[in-house]
């Protein structure tokens, strides 16, 4: 909540959330370009650059999430500037946070914090009773008092010989083949 204080108390900082299909060209760019800011000040690509199928999936399905309000895409400006973007789904009674992107630099990184504090918020608002961080586990999230859940990866093959080629070499989990899946 400190943290919280600390960035909407700065003039021209305001918390968004995304409504307007109009919009969504805007806030998903500047999820991946802030993304890629965030991993590359570690040394690393983002996921985004690394993997151009998934940004262009985030392109074509968050319109059609939008339009069903299954989307939850949240962003933090400070004079009308994207310093934090949150990007995930509402589902059975909860928001899977799938991907985010803050600028680093940004009131030394507290934007992103401060951005999940008010998109927690409004998914209490929205009566979701759960907010899952997805994918594995780390300092970070056992802050925010996240509990670990084992999943399980599936793969569902159809009936094709693509399909029995990649059952026989077992390449799942490594899903090098999945592209073949079409």
């Not at 400006?77 to 009674?93: I, L, P, R, S, T």
Request: glycine share 10%.
């Amino acid at each position: 909540r400190r943290n919280t204080r600390k960035v909407f108390r700065e003039d021209g900082v305001e918390f968004e959330q995304c409504v307007d299909t109009a919009e969504l060209p805007q806030y998903l760019d500047a999820l991946m370009d802030l993304h890629q800011i965030r991993w590359k000040a570690v040394g690393m690509d983002g996921a985004f650059k690394r993997r151009p199928l998934m940004a262009a999936f985030y392109r074509e399905f968050a319109p059609v999430a939008l339009a069903n309000d299954w989307l939850g895409l949240f962003a933090v400006k400070d004079g009308g500037e994207f310093k934090a973007v949150q990007f995930g789904y509402k589902y059975n009674g909860a928001f899977l946070q799938l991907q985010e992107g803050f600028d680093p630099d940004y009131l030394k990184g507290g934007a992103g914090n401060a951005l999940r504090h008010k998109a927690i918020e409004v998914c209490i608002d929205d009566g979701l009773k759960e907010y899952d961080f997805l994918g594995g586990t780390s300092d970070h999230k056992r802050r925010w008092r996240a509990e670990t859940r084992t999943g399980r990866d599936m793969l569902i093959f159809g009936d094709s010989w693509k399909a029995a080629v990649m059952k026989r070499a077992q390449v799942w989990p490594t899903g090098r083949y999945a592209k073949w899946l079409d």
